[in-house]
């Protein structure tokens, strides 16, 4: 039974581009959180999808947009990078609003 | 929105000795969350309280949510190099949504 996976593990862009990340649910869980986590911080809310939908949202600008497939995979864009979005992203999945299970992360580092 | 803020920010510890670690809110939660993150790693969920004045144990590490559903704590006995890491508490809405904490940072010297 696979936890969560992410891809990549690792990603260097520069300022401007274009960035998609991707998030793998563990068996069973329909719904998916995304976080950035600055280094020396704690995870910070993204959003959250359910039934292909965006439930909810934190302090994020619309840079970031995400999706939900029905197969509960997600993705995570975010679009004119700049040096502050350099962070792990971290994808948590969950069955309903039960203990969230955390992937690896991708560390994006953004020049 | 609501924060939780927890102290202290970093912990130096020498092995063998307790401490504490503390999760504070100016209002009430619904619940609590601690994850420990190990150096390179990710969140790991360790427990979940609800209830007002709860307390649970898993081997060394006591935790307590506050009468006032405010504060919560995590306490080490006997720390070993094994508890090295970063942790953290979150508190969730009624969506399952999570607000982390900055985190505690403990290092543990031999």
């Known amino acids: 039974d696979a936890g969560v996976t992410q891809s990549p593990t690792h990603l260097i862009k520069t300022r401007g581009q274009q960035v998609t990340l991707r998030c793998s649910p563990k068996?069973?869980?329909?719904?998916v959180s995304w976080y950035q986590q600055a280094l020396g911080q704690g995870p910070q809310f993204i959003f959250q999808?359910?039934?292909?939908?965006?439930?909810q949202r934190g302090n994020f600008p619309d840079r970031f947009s995400g999706h939900q497939f029905p197969n509960y995979s997600s993705e995570l864009n975010v679009n004119a990078l700049w040096l502050g979005d350099s962070a792990l992203y971290l994808c948590?999945?969950?069955?309903?609003?039960?203990?969230?299970?955390f992937g690896p992360g991708t560390r994006l580092t953004v020049l | 929105g609501q924060q939780v803020m927890q102290i202290p920010q970093y912990q130096h510890v020498q092995e063998g000795e307790d401490f504490t670690t503390y999760c504070n809110s100016s209002?009430?939660?619904?619940?609590i969350q601690w994850y420990k993150q190990r150096p390179g790693g990710h969140p790991v969920f360790l427990i979940q309280?609800?209830?007002?004045?709860e307390v649970k144990k898993q081997k060394r590490l006591t935790f307590q949510f506050g009468e006032a559903k405010k504060n919560s704590s995590l306490h080490i006995t006997a720390t070993q190099t094994t508890d090295v890491g970063t942790y953290f508490c979150?508190?969730?809405?009624?969506?399952?949504?999570?607000?982390f904490g900055a985190g505690t940072q403990v290092v543990v010297t031999p």
């Open positions: 948590a999945s969950s069955l309903g609003k039960a203990r969230q299970f």
């Open positions: 309280l609800v209830k007002s004045g």
């Open positions: 999808y359910y039934e292909e939908e965006e439930r």
């Open positions: 209002t009430t939660l619904s619940n």
């Open positions: 979150a508190q969730g809405d009624s969506w399952g949504k999570f607000q």
């Open positions: 068996s069973g869980h329909d719904t």
